[in-house]
């Protein structure tokens, strides 16, 4: 009888635990409904227009309404729909409260890393101390206190996890950024149940953690970070700056690694408003370290003129990691385009 009542007792537990994780996924897809205020127009004019490549011709095609994005998460995975086609949406814009689902369905984490471990191994992995914990607490100590604890787990999970690197500085921020951007609570307004949670649920949290994961390996940052490996020293990104800009970085005798003092995603980070590092970092997680190149290029071009005067390795350092953005945004804004129009 007690064996009866102890497995009664661990299959309401089962079933508890199982109807918070499906409330917490109908909560994602609840939220990709639009709202009237972000919506995006359903009569777009030629200019708002995405020019998609197609096999024998171009074609003029709207972007996705957030119904449709809704469906697309519902009902398709990434390798049913035309790679264009996914980019060019991508790069379009995603609304606000598609953020948290459109991120998920597009790096595919649960079909990619959560498949090949089990369904507790990350609370395994933040229970367990890690020779990192100091490091990571003095590090944390700095940010929002709201995030600070669930920072620290995410990043000790991540340190045994990851046993070749660990932890290095860097991925502190991508961890905050991302429960910054993904906190339910900036959509509980959405969805009654949401009220009830104080901080980050279980589900949110492990996700924030695949999605780092994602970031790190798939994306490359760990390498970045941990080896301060720069793409920017590739031949390809080299073979296409422009010959001026190319000329001045040999008289100076530094490679442009040099130049850049930070990883590309933080550079953008610290020089663009927020609403457009979002969606920024919306392409990033779908393109990966190519986009920033990209981005970074057009950047020097439209500045061209101006990097050339530089005659110094100091001045030319401080204007590209404090003005070079900044600079070049005036210019966009002062030939009436819209900024990610240009970049994108």
């Known amino acids: 009888m007690f064996c009866c009542l102890g497995r009664k007792k661990r ?8 109807c918070k994780k499906e409330m917490v996924e109908r909560f994602i897809l609840q939220n990709c409904k639009s709202n009237e205020d972000d919506s995006l127009n359903e009569s777009l004019d030629e200019s708002n227009m995405i020019i998609i490549n197609d096999v024998n011709n171009q074609h003029k095609q709207k972007p996705w309404s957030g119904i449709q994005w809704q469906m697309i998460i519902q009902t398709k995975s990434l390798n049913q729909i ?9 790069r379009f814009g995603i609304l606000q409260n598609l953020r948290p689902a459109t991120w998920f369905w597009i790096t595919d984490i649960k079909n990619t890393q ?12 933040k229970s367990c101390e890690s020779q990192y914990d100091q490091q990571i607490f003095k590090c944390i100590k700095q940010m929002d206190k709201k995030y ?3 920072v620290f787990d995410i990043l000790r ?27 339910p609570e900036q959509y509980k307004n959405l969805d009654y149940s949401y009220n009830q949670f104080n901080r980050m649920c279980d589900y949110y949290e492990q996700m924030v953690f695949w999605m780092t994961i994602h970031i790190l390996f798939n994306l490359n940052y760990r390498r970045i970070l941990k080896q301060n490996v720069s793409f ?8 296409t700056l422009m010959p001026q800009i190319k000329c001045l970085i040999e008289q100076l005798q530094v490679k442009i690694s040099d130049l850049i003092e930070t990883p590309l995603l933080f550079y953008f980070w610290k020089q663009l408003k927020k609403e457009d ?3 920024l970092f919306d392409v990033f997680l779908f393109e990966g370290e190519s986009i920033l190149l990209q981005i ?13 005067q530089f005659q110094t390795l100091a001045d030319l350092k401080i204007f590209l990691n404090q003005t070079l953005i900044p600079f070049g945004i005036s210019k966009i804004e002062k030939s009436n385009q819209k900024l990610m129009n240009f970049i994108l």
């Not at 999970?157 to 429960?179: M, R, S, T």
């Open 11 to 18: 299959d309401n537990e089962m079933e508890k635990k199982n």
């Open 114 to 125: 959560m498949i090949k471990h089990s369904s507790n191994i990350y609370q395994k992995l």
């Open 277 to 279: 590092f979002n969606r």
């Open 148 to 150: 600070n604890d669930l």
């Open 82 to 90: 035309e790679l264009d086609e996914i980019k060019s949406n991508i």
């Open 232 to 239: 920017i020293e590739t031949d390809k990104f080299k073979n």
């Open 296 to 308: 970074l290029l057009k950047f020097l071009k439209i500045s061209e003129e101006l990097v050339c």
């Open 157 to 183: 999970a991540y340190a045994n996890y990851d046993v070749e690197i660990g932890f290095v500085k860097g991925i502190e921020q991508i961890v905050e950024y991302l429960i910054q951007q993904l906190d």
